[in-house]
């Protein structure tokens, strides 16, 4: 049933068609709002502004997935570096997340190289001295190693970007030692992607399990010695259960690592996280093109079904 349903969501989440009429008719939009800021980057430094009074960070995401045009990755690298700015301004921190495809990287891998490097460079250029961050979002496997490049080629010229890896692929624990060892920020996520079982872990027991063994290695004491930057990604409040206990028996303080979350996801959990002392960050969503991100949300959880169709059929 569980697999039904998010079949389904991911084939509309895919329709070109399905998704212009219902970007254009602001289908289940109300619905929608629920995991995404708004329609442009004013709008999302707004809501990122209301999550901080709520003391949750934000890292904004502008949502043009999926692109094969150069003038839509033009679009989106012009849409992230004007965020970074706008947070600048605002004088909240200058985090923003960015896919790889989203700036080229199906088009021309090298492509993708310069815009990383642009958007990078922008984000260390904003006046002030909020912290700041380019956190490279994970795709399918053969995104892994570019990614996995670019970043590093950001840190060696000392420019402020972290990466996203992936619990679910086999080879992550040795690219997550290798991270530790350089002091990087890494965001460990399950992984939303699918591979055979010579590169992932398949059952969800053995993806879980490896998640664990991971959160293990990120809140050792070698890597808080190695000045490592852990984050939590994931909704799992028994994972998140098992980081805090990691980090209190390795020394680490509540503030040091943080947990990330989906806006919009188990917000009841992100609260609980900030009022039980953690520093806790959304992944915060904006822009036009919010159809694909809203529909795969809703998927992933069957009991989202009747929130779906009550605003489909309220408009
Ligand atoms: P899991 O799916 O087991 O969910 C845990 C609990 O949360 C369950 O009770 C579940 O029902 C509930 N839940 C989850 N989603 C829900 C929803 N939409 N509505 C209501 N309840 C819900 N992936 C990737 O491949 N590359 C990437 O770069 C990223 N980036 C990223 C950033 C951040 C900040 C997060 C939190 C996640 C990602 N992901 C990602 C997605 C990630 O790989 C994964 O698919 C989801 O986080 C779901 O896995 P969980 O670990 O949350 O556990």
Do not use: C
């Not at 109300?30 to 329609?39: D, E, F, H, N, Q």
Request: glycine share 10%.
């Amino acid at each position: 049933m569980r697999r039904a349903w998010q079949t389904g969501m991911i084939a509309l989440a895919r329709s070109p068609k399905i998704k212009r009429w219902a970007q254009e008719k602001g289908l289940a939009a109300g619905l929608v709002g629920r995991y995404v800021a708004g329609p442009d980057a004013e709008a999302g430094i707004a809501r990122a502004k209301s999550l901080l009074g709520q003391g949750i960070r934000s890292s904004l995401f502008y949502l043009g997935e999926y692109v094969d045009r150069p003038e839509l990755v033009a679009e989106n690298v012009a849409q992230e570096r004007k965020v970074a700015d706008l947070l600048g301004r605002a004088g909240i921190e200058v985090h923003v997340s960015v896919d790889p495809t989203q700036i080229g990287h199906s088009l021309d891998p090298a492509l993708a190289r310069r815009n990383g490097l642009a958007v990078a460079e922008a984000i260390a250029a904003v006046p002030g001295d909020a912290p700041r961050l380019m956190m490279i979002d994970m795709e399918d496997r053969t995104v892994v190693d570019p990614a996995i490049a670019l970043h590093d080629a950001l840190t060696a010229a000392g420019l402020p970007v972290g990466i996203t890896l992936q619990a679910y692929l086999r080879r992550t624990e040795v690219d997550l030692r290798e991270r530790i060892r350089q002091g990087a920020a890494v965001r460990l996520v399950k992984g939303a992607f699918a591979a055979g079982r010579e590169h992932a872990f398949v059952s969800q027991d053995e993806i879980k399990a490896n998640h664990r063994r991971l959160i293990g290695l990120m809140l050792s004491r070698e890597a808080r010695e190695a000045g490592f930057r852990p984050v939590i990604a994931t909704h799992d409040d028994r994972l998140q259960d098992h980081a805090v206990a990691q980090a209190e028996a390795a020394g680490w303080s509540r503030g040091e690592y943080e947990f990330e979350m989906l806006y919009g996801v188990r917000s009841a959990l992100a609260e609980r996280r900030v009022r039980e002392g953690h520093r806790v960050r959304v992944y915060l969503p904006f822009g036009r093109d919010w159809w694909p991100y809203a529909i795969r949300r809703i998927g992933e959880n069957p009991r989202n079904a009747w929130l779906l169709a009550r605003s489909l059929i309220g408009g």
